[in-house]
């Protein structure tokens, strides 16, 4: 068994298809997500104790004896699947507001700390594998109603476009990007911080509540998925910003949760300093704006949003992966 482990896993923006990866819709129609996973990481820490002792550190510092005495959910059903019972330490940083930033930090977490108690115990778990296991630990175990986009975006990394057949079989499929896109992206492409964060289960299980009347916006946001592809793929990002736009309309008629005055001010003021089309990322009600813009606007656009804090990213091509073994 190692001594010291510590696992990296990337954050991920969603572009198109948000929703259609909840089971009430994807089990009777399927499901489609374009995602890239980002240079934004949560970081875990496994170490052994000598005392016997289960010290589990997230945003407060818990010790307890048992498995079954921890109080933070995801780290609790984690340790308790991999079947380790106590004597260690377990350590998690986020390089983004945990919990309701729209990056998916809680499935990056979960997928993990499961990397890492796993190499821990020697054990080996491929991408797919290691994916539904976290959907399995978030959706069955601890009931959060949400999708399983997250999971696969921080499992596997990269830029990606996400099947998701009713039978709950999912395909991976990389979307190529040339060297050239991809410095055009990151050219266009800007993340602000909306200094809000919000709990997205209740913001998806209204959503979820909704789906019956709701399937023409889902069936479209779907349909975006292939063009965005495309477009994403001949690195056209006006078409590809546009696009944005139009599914962000879409998107926020799943649920008047999803938007307020103050974050559509923020989006108007956006779009009025240039930028081709934006939208919230995750479930929305706060956390992060992604926009598509005009590198020549860029300055218009950071005076428009002087309030916000901008994010950079890169692509991450990693997905969940093992820094340090020792």
Not at 222 to 242: A, F, P, S, Y
Request: hydrophobic residues 40%; glycine residues 12%; positive net charge.
């Amino acid at each position: 068994m190692a001594t010291v482990i510590v696992s990296q896993t990337p954050l991920r923006v969603s572009l198109f298809g948000g929703g259609t990866d909840l089971a009430d819709y994807y089990r009777l129609h399927g499901g489609a997500v374009l995602s890239i996973a980002i240079n934004k990481y949560i970081h875990v820490m496994v170490r052994p104790r000598w005392d016997g002792d289960i010290v589990v550190n997230h945003w407060m510092q818990e010790r307890v004896r048992r498995v079954e005495d921890i109080q933070h959910g995801i780290v609790r059903e984690c340790l308790s699947t991999a079947g380790i019972s106590g004597g260690f330490e377990v350590a998690c940083t986020s390089d983004a507001p945990a919990g309701g930033s729209g990056l998916g930090t809680s499935s990056a977490l979960t997928v993990g700390l499961l990397r890492a108690l796993f190499t821990y115990q020697g054990r080996s778990c491929d991408r797919a594998e290691l994916a539904e296991l976290a959907c399995h630990i978030e959706i069955n175990l601890l009931g959060e109603p949400i999708g399983k986009q997250d999971q696969y975006a921080a499992a596997f990394g990269g830029c990606r476009e996400y099947r998701f057949n009713p039978d709950g079989d999912v395909a991976v499929q990389d979307v190529a990007i040339s060297p050239e896109c991809e410095r055009e992206l990151y050219r266009h492409v800007a993340v602000f911080y909306t200094g809000r964060t919000r709990q997205a289960s209740e913001i998806l299980r209204d959503q979820k509540a909704k789906i019956p009347a709701r399937m023409e916006q889902l069936h479209e946001l779907k349909t975006n998925v292939v063009t965005g592809r495309k477009l994403l793929e001949l690195g056209d990002l006006k078409q590809l910003g546009i696009l944005l736009h139009e599914s962000w309309q879409q998107k926020k008629k799943l649920s008047e949760k999803i938007h307020d005055r103050e974050l559509d001010s923020v989006y108007d003021r956006a779009r009025g300093a240039g930028a081709y089309g934006g939208k919230l990322l995750g479930a929305g009600g706060g956390g992060f704006f992604l926009f598509i813009c005009p590198p020549e606007r860029r300055p218009a656009l950071r005076a428009a949003l002087s309030g916000l804090r901008e994010l950079p990213l890169r692509i991450d091509r990693l997905g969940s992966s093992i820094l340090l073994r020792s």
